[in-house]
Structure formats: C-alpha cells, structure tokens
C-alpha cells in the first residue's frame, strides 16, 4: 500500500509521522513545490519509506498525474483553496482515492473569500462542487472531504451521537487550538498559531451555512458568543465559543436537525478583541490608501500580529472540544457530549493542532487503502466514520494519547 501527501507544512508532517511510524503503508510520497520543507520532514520523520517529490500542483499538472498514477490514496495538506481544489481535480481524473484536510464539504464549495479558487465558466459554486462529485463516483473514487479535527473528529463523533437516538434534534460542534496555561500570557489575543493565521481571520470574517430552529439559514461568524468554563480530564480553563466555518456538510447530511453549527473556542477575552478590530475594518479586505500606496487592512493586521502570535521555544499548544449532540429515543430527550483535550507531545515532536489535526486523516487513508472505506463520491466523516470504523478510528486515536470523552444523559 502506498500513500501520498501534498503538502509539507505542519500538518503534513503530523501526517508523515503518523503514517511512517503506525501505519502499515509501504511507500509514502510528500509532494511539495518546494524541496526544503519535504527534506525537513523527512529528517524529522527518519524514514526510509518515505519518497519525495518537488512538483509545483498548479504549473505542472501533468507531472502531478503522473505521480498520482503510483500511489492507492493521498492526503491533501496544501494550505489554500487554489492549490486543494487543483490537487483534487487531479486527482479525480487519474481516480486517485483522496483525503483533504482544508475545504470543509467540497460538494457545496464555500462562496466566500475563495482565496483564488477558479470556478469553471458559466458553472455556479454549487454545481462546481456536484460536478466533483459526479466525476469521483464515475471514476471510482472514494473521497473524504474535511477530515482534520474540525471539521473531522468533530463530524464523525456527532454522526455517531445522533446514530444513537430515534431522533436527532441538535448537532452543535465546539473546538479550537489554543495556547496551555503557561504560555496564554505571553501573546496578544490569548492566541498562538497553530494553523495559518490568514485563514483564521477569514473564517473571522465571513458567514456560515447553518440550521437554526429548523430553517436553513447563514450565521455571522462570531455570533451565538458564549463563554464557559471547562473542567474535563482535571483542567479548569475558562474559555469562550462563538460561531465560525467548520461544519457545513452537516445542513446537507442531516438537514431534518433543529440547530447544526460549529463555535471556535477560544481563550475568554478573545473574541471581545476581535470583534473590536472587525468595527475599526481591521478584518476588511478592500484596500484603503496610505501615503499614496493601496493596503489591505486584515494583509496589514496578519503581517504586523503574526511574528508575535509565534510559539516561542518550550511553549505547547492545546486542542480542546465539547460537541453536543440531542435527540429523542424511546420517546425521552437524550443529550450526548464529547469532550476532548489533547496537548503538544514534546517526546513525539508534535504540537496538539497536529496531533488532532493530522492523525485522523491518516487512519482513514489506511482504512480507505485497505477497502474498510470504500463508498465513491465525496462522502463526509460523519457518512464515512461510522460503526465499527468509527469504534477503530477512536481506538487508533487512543492508542497514540488522542483521548474523545463521552457523556450521555437521558435529560426528559
């Protein structure tokens, strides 16, 4: 069996490690523009099973074919919507089984801020993204779509609460990386980058398809703001939650819910920040002019807070989620949370936001490479992760200290 990355950031190398040192592949391929990266990963990794490849997925389509044509399954790690979308295009055509971690539901594409992502002419975003569907269920391929930690673990640990009941009702997913204890102080926002801070603050920025009672709906991100006190797995964090992409596909699968939406957590204070900069059009994307020169002011905010949004050395990242799935079942109200707390692991070299992140999709591809996953089309985790593979996938995660805490109450 033999797998194949696209990418070789940070989450491609949680990708690496995971597939290299737990997984039964043969061959794995990091495919990357740009030979540094890939080499850098490699050595972390320290593995001969691992193969390089510098293609460029834009400028160099065919030679990307050609690649794909050697391998049973890859794993998009790539960090825009430009480079996921051509990468997957790719592979559709050559019927290369697939895996992404960035687009959250490529069936239903998201409209806005496309970061450079090319609709065909005279196609909208809605039938771009049924036609790659179409095109991977005649090629025979199996395509899981937004498979990370969120959307991903978050998807298929609702799909399986609501499994559980008669009824589903409610599928609210709540998660997000954010600094530990000991290094929250250290940066503005109570935040430190775990994943590209320009798609952060465009998920800042824009609206969200959700279900709220009943009706299909858009929400504002950073609305339904609430915050809350966690004291799970014996932490005592007090953390907010307020609404951003991550679980599209959730309206689509499961659009007979009440309410269906995603809240990103954060450290409490954040938001109330945030929402200050959105009012001062710090997070616009039209360029104003300053001294004669056009800037953008989110490119100018991104520029100038990053370098100090940096983990500094020693400082670890923590994962952290409480989802809530309700129902009815033998006509009593059910609620069932998940929780989940998941730290940088210092002796495996790898942060939390990479842990989460990178692991899941790794054990699908093992799954999708050994026919345990074998639908066609572009399926969702909460479709694709179910039953016993769902019971497998928590069992792998556990087996490398990724631990999903379920608690199930009959409420009436």
Known sequence: MNALIFGAGRQAKGVAWYLAKKSDFDQIGILSRSEGPIDEIIDFVGSEKLEKYVVDVIEETERLKEVMKEYDVGINALPTRKTCYATVEAALDVGLNMIDMLEEYHRRPDPYEVEGLEIPEGMSVEEYGESLHEKAVENNVTFISGMGFAPGITNFTLGEGLREMDEGKTAIARCGGIPDEEAVDNHPLKYMITWAFDHVLREYNIRSPALKDGEMTELEALTEHIKFNFDKFDADLELECAVTPGMPSF???????????????????????????????????????????????????????TPKLEPNEGERDMCVMWNTAEGEKDGKSVRIDYYMLDREDPEMGLTGMQRTTCFPPAIAAEMIAKEKITDNGIITPEDSIKGEIYEEMIEKLEEVGVEILKEKKIVG
């Open 251 to 305: 309206v689509h699968t499961r659009p007979d819910l009440d309410n269906t939406y995603e809240k990103t957590i954060r450290w409490a204070g954040h938001y109330d920040t945030i929402k200050e900069f959105k009012k001062c059009g710090l997070l616009d994307t039209e360029p104003v002019e300053v001294d004669g020169k056009e800037v953008v002011p989110r490119e100018f905010l991104s520029e100038t807070i």
